[in-house]
């Protein structure tokens, strides 16, 4: 029975049970199986042989600590093991085991390796027109059709390839965000795109409509008459998927090689984005809701001031 299993056993028994019934991808389930292996199997885990139904809070509480002694491991990467520690005693007490409930631990006092943020630049208003500009030089491929829409969109990247033609409402001017684009592993292909209606974090606030500028209009009226064909507003050439990503950030590296401006990758356009309707003086609110966030804490992270203004004479006037 369920509630004689050890803690060991039942993540065995989950992960049996997630691939047949797949209950989450292929890809997810190996993560948790890498996360699992790594810091619960191979590090010195008092009760993972245990009775799951014998484990106490404080066994895991105490495991918690020792993994993030010394404030040596990342924050994002205890969050992945805590996912799936979470996940097993979820999954016991579903099959009516009457154990620790792991999500409810706190965990709010460990202490874990300082952030490092890889994007302490942004592409300025100036770096922007210079990339337009190049885009709007060069042969109208679809990368850089979409270098030129992600530009005039608040969208991730996996957002903006999932996109379909008929996402688009020209007559209104505005387009549906409600579609990404994740990698799946499957036994017979290690990876592979598929168009998944659930959001990051799966979280129905990414779901949005965005007000479309006319230069978006424009880009996507081009790439409607050169793909009238497909489904896919940013197909890849030959076959029916869409716009693939090292393809994309390798078009935009060269444009930005050409436009002679520091190359920051597709999410480096979501910061510009984002830190322009800051800068733009926009309600933050109404940047959350664009952005798809479901914190305003997460929208003012992307938040990097673009601007080159001098405000001098506005600061003195509101504080004279």
Not at 8 to 33: A, G, P
Not at 170 to 198: A, F, P
Not at 274 to 281: E, F, K, Q
Request: hydrophobic content about 35%.
């Amino acid at each position: 029975p369920f509630s004689e299993l050890t803690v060991r056993e039942m993540f065995e028994k989950m992960v049996e049970d997630y691939t047949i019934n797949k209950v989450v991808s292929n890809l997810t389930l190996s993560h948790y199986q890498a996360d699992w292996r790594k810091y619960v199997e191979e590090t010195s885990c008092d009760w993972l042989d245990m009775p799951i139904k014998s484990v106490l809070p404080e066994q895991i509480a105490a495991h918690y600590k020792m993994l993030t002694a010394g404030c040596h491991m990342k924050q994002s990467t205890f969050r992945n093991v805590k996912t799936v520690v979470n996940a097993v005693f979820d999954y016991a007490i579903v099959k009516n085991v009457s154990c620790t409930k792991a999500s409810n631990i706190a965990t709010r006092h460990l202490r874990f390796a300082p952030k490092v943020d890889k994007w302490n630049g942004v592409y300025t208003d100036e770096a922007r027109q210079k990339i337009l500009q190049v885009c709007e030089d060069m042969k109208p491929t679809v990368y850089i059709k979409a270098i030129e829409l992600m530009f005039c969109l608040d969208i991730r990247i996996g957002e903006l390839r999932a996109l379909y033609k008929e996402d688009v409402n020209l007559d209104n001017k505005t387009v549906y965000i409600g579609h990404q684009m994740i990698d799946v592993k499957t036994d017979t292909v290690n990876r592979h795109s598929e168009r998944v209606d659930i959001m990051k974090g799966k979280q129905e606030a990414g779901k949005r409509i965005q007000p479309l500028s006319k230069r978006a209009i424009k880009v996507i009226q081009e790439l409607f008459d050169m793909y009238p064909d497909s489904d896919w507003l940013l197909p890849s050439k030959g076959d029916n998927t869409p716009i693939r990503l090292h393809r994309f950030n390798d078009n935009l590296r060269k444009v930005c090689e050409k436009a002679g401006v520091k190359y920051f990758s597709s999410h480096g356009i979501r910061f510009h984005n984002i830190s322009a309707l800051y800068d733009a003086g926009i309600d933050e609110k109404e940047i959350q809701k664009l952005s798809g966030h479901t914190t305003a804490s997460m929208t003012r992270y992307y938040n990097r001031s673009i601007s080159t203004n001098d405000e001098s004479d506005r600061i003195r006037e509101v504080l004279g």
